[in-house]
């Protein structure tokens, strides 16, 4: 079974900037999809950000040109840079992993992230 380990999150005002890690279990990271997602209190989960096995990443355009995704496969862990971060951007974190279009059902305890004067 796969699990995801996230962290990284906090308070930090409107403007600032973090970096989320996510530690991945499993010998299949390095041929497997990477998403982050966010779910907001009273809110879906929604995919932020994604990586394929290969590198091509993919994201919404409310995070376009604020939110990198990258990910070191020999460290199987996956990082969300979160730049000029905005008070809508608040919500619990989560990555997941995905082969063939099919994510896991499988998540962490997510990592907190909270934009705020």
């Known amino acids: 079974q796969v699990q995801f380990v996230e962290s990284g999150g906090g308070l930090v005002q409107p403007g600032g900037s973090l970096q989320l890690s996510c530690a991945v279990s499993g010998s299949f990271f390095s041929i497997s999809g990477m998403g982050w997602y966010r779910q907001a209190p009273g809110k879906q989960r929604e995919l932020v950000e994604h990586?394929?096995?290969?590198?091509?990443?993919n994201y919404p355009d409310s995070v376009k040109g604020r939110f990198t995704i990258s990910r070191d496969n020999a460290k199987n862990t996956v990082y969300l840079q979160m730049n000029s971060l905005k008070p809508e951007d608040t919500a619990v974190y989560y990555c997941?992993?995905?082969?063939?279009?099919?994510?896991?059902?499988?998540w962490g305890q997510g990592t907190q992230v909270t934009v705020s004067t």
């Open positions: 997941n992993s995905d082969r063939g279009g099919l994510r896991t059902p499988y």
């Open positions: 990586i394929t096995h290969g590198g091509i990443t």
